[in-house]
């Protein structure tokens, strides 16, 4: 079944550490590639996107994500974490088709 | 531009009324995707309307249902409501190539309506 993971519901961080949020799908083809965050009883904003073009991707707010084949991982990640980066992440994937697959989601606590 | 609006913010029903959730998609954005986001779970695609016909179907049951209409805005109705139907729902538009295929397109989210069903 075409689906994604994200490894861990909660991650907590100090402020100014590096932020990692995993990110694992599930196809042998690859699929185009989403982070988005959502902030308390807010909709989903797009933090940045695969699309088979370079596998580094850099997103808003100083969010990056590297594209694995080998390894099918697309894990999110920032080098200093802010007091504002806390929120809900997910991890999004789409295949040949119209539907997006969405992880569970990553809540990301930031300590002062 | 305007963004992706939906209205209403929030709603409560009781068990077996109908519910209709509106969206308004990004201007320029010809295609509307629903999706039912339980408490602590990821968004669940319930469906997709590209230029007025549903273009793909989640796993959800016929009393889902929806429109889209010229401007592109759309509606979500559900029916026969159940306790498990209590959710956000969110609404989220895109711009799709000239067919209905899939393209690199991405999806930009509305706020979403909170519905509690008692």
């Known amino acids: 079944a075409q689906s994604v993971t994200q490894l861990g519901s909660h991650v907590s961080v100090s402020e100014g550490a590096l932020v990692l949020l995993r990110c694992n799908y599930s196809?042998?083809?690859?699929?185009?590639l989403f982070w988005y965050v959502q902030y308390p009883n807010q909709g989903l904003q797009l933090l940045l996107k695969y699309t088979s073009a370079a596998t580094l991707v850099k997103g808003i707010n100083g969010f990056e994500a590297e594209f694995k084949k080998s390894e099918t991982s697309f894990h999110l990640t920032k080098p200093s974490a802010h007091m504002s980066d806390a929120a809900e992440y997910f991890c999004?994937?789409?295949?040949?088709?119209?539907?997006?697959?969405f992880g569970t989601g990553t809540s990301l606590t930031v300590i002062p | 531009e305007t963004g992706v609006t939906q209205s209403p913010t929030h709603l409560i029903k009781t068990r077996g009324q109908q519910v209709t959730l509106r969206c308004s998609s990004q201007?320029?954005?010809?295609?509307v995707s629903w999706y039912q986001q339980a408490l602590g779970q990821g968004p669940q695609f319930i469906f997709q309307?590209?230029?007025?016909?549903?273009?793909g179907r989640g796993n959800f049951p016929p009393r889902f249902s929806g429109l889209q209409f010229p401007n592109y805005s759309s509606e979500l109705n559900v029916n026969a409501l159940e306790l498990d139907d209590s959710a956000l729902y969110l609404c989220a538009s895109s711009l799709a190539g000239g067919s209905r295929s899939a393209s690199t397109d991405t999806q930009y989210f509305g706020p979403g309506t909170r519905l509690t069903v008692l």
């Open positions: 196809s042998s083809v690859p699929p185009y």
């Open positions: 999004a994937v789409r295949y040949t088709g119209n539907q997006f697959y």
């Open positions: 309307y590209y230029r007025e016909e549903e273009n």
């Open positions: 201007s320029g954005h010809n295609t």
